[in-house]
Structures are given as C-alpha cells and as structure tokens.
C-alpha cells in the first residue's frame, strides 16, 4: 500500500483548466475588444500548471496586451492588471456550483473519494490558492478527504517548484519513493518527480501534447500515462506495482 495518494486539482478533479482558459479569453477581450478571446483561450494550453504570474507574463508578451494593460491601470504592472481583470470572470465561475459539478473529472473524482482504501494518506497538492481550492472542494463535496491540503498559500514557490509535495511529504511525515501522484501537466509531473515521487499522468485537451512530448524526450515512461478511463480499470494494480521492491 502506498504511503501516500497525492493529487493535484486543477485538471485532475476538475476541469477548472477550461474555465480557466476562458476567464484569461474573457480578460485579454477586456483590454483588446478586437482580439477573439477563443484565440486566447487556445494559447492557455501550452501554459497549464504554471504560476499565475507566469501564465499572465505570456500571454501580455503573446498578444501585445501590455500597452492595453498600462493605459486600463497605468499605476499596476501590467500582468497584475491583467491577472486582475480574469479573476473577476473565474471568482464568478467558482461561485457557481452547478457549473464546477458539471466540470468534473468523474473517474479521477471517483478515486479521490475512495483513495484511504488502498493509501495510507491521501493529499491534494495544488498551484491554485486556498480560497479558489477551498471553492472547488466545497462544490464537490471533497472537503475532509485528504490528510492534509497545499495550496499556494503554503509555498514560496508552486509548480513546477517541488515544494508544495515536500510539504505534504513531511506533514504527513512520510516520503517519495512510498508516495504516488496524479497530474495532468508537464509542471505538476516535474514537481512531483523532483520531490521523489512516483506519477501517473492523465493528460487533458490542453496537455496531451506536451505530456507526450516528456514522454518521447524520456522523462516520463509512456506506462505512466493514463486515459480517464484507466483510472477506473487499472490505477489500483498500478499503484501496487510502483511499490512493490525486490525481496532482500
């Protein structure tokens, strides 16, 4: 049994990734009415589980958004204008609880509630901040499944930086090569392997190619890349194959 099921949210539980998308489409529309927010959302793909900083840096520098952000709020850095104006659309979003429910990912949501029956602990390591995750895990009906919670809140720094799996390693005072994690993008699956642990990836829409190209540059084994529905089939005898070591 493994000593710890850590997993990642966004993307993983929850579809958030595509709202997310939309919210940075909806933003980038505010600033340049003339700029089709679909093209935005598209250009998000290749930036999932990256900071929030990060991702707004991008996606200004990708679409001339700068000087728009400058001329709405000449007093803020322009990412932060920016990253200002798409939390409006997201908060809005999370507060919808119909609209989270019906953006979930049903197979790895499935596991998440019945982790503890073959881990010893159970973890949700995320990038997003406590009140975006604790949102999330209200409208799931997730709240009190896992051991211990990381947000961004927790670490100085998030993926794909280790430090949010190494806090939960040592709050639950266990450690990798025992702890097994579950993500959906390049950033997550650096995190956690940089923290010692065992990943299964599940990519989404927006990180099937770049997880597949981790794959073919040889850091990810292609037997570490799961469909949704494999979760359901196979991720149990997974799990006990990545812990099983060699008799002395």
Do not use: C
């Not at 933003?27 to 959302?41: F, G, M, N, S, T």
């Amino acid at each position: 049994m493994p000593s710890l099921l850590a997993f990642d949210l966004d993307g993983t539980l929850v579809q958030s990734e595509t709202l997310k998308a939309v919210s940075y489409g909806w933003a980038a529309q505010q600033l340049r009415p003339d700029l089709p927010a679909e093209r935005v959302a598209t250009a998000y793909g290749p930036l999932v589980g990256n900071s929030r900083e990060t991702i707004s840096r991008t996606l200004l520098e990708q679409f001339g958004l700068r000087e728009a952000a400058l001329a709405h709020d000449p007093d803020q850095e322009p990412w932060r204008t920016y990253v200002g104006l798409r939390l409006e659309r997201y908060r809005a979003m999370l507060a919808d609880g119909d609209l989270l429910r019906r953006h979930t990912h049903p197979e790895a949501l499935a596991l998440a509630r019945h982790a503890r029956r073959f881990a010893r602990h159970v973890a949700l390591v995320t990038t997003s901040e406590r009140w975006a995750a604790d949102a999330i895990l209200n409208a799931l009906g997730l709240q009190g499944r896992f051991d211990t919670v990381v947000t961004a809140d927790d670490v100085p720094e998030v993926k794909p930086d280790p430090a949010g799996y190494r806090l939960a390693l040592a709050r639950l005072s266990t450690d990798g090569p025992d702890a097994v994690a579950l993500e959906d993008s390049p950033a997550g699956v650096r995190a956690a392997l940089r923290a010692g642990l065992r990943v299964f990836a599940v990519p989404t829409q927006y990180t099937r190619g770049p997880i597949g190209a981790m794959v073919e540059a040889g850091e990810l084994a292609a037997a570490s890349v799961l469909a949704p529905a494999d979760l359901a089939t196979t991720v149990r005898p997974l799990l006990s194959a990545s812990v099983t070591r060699p008799a002395p």
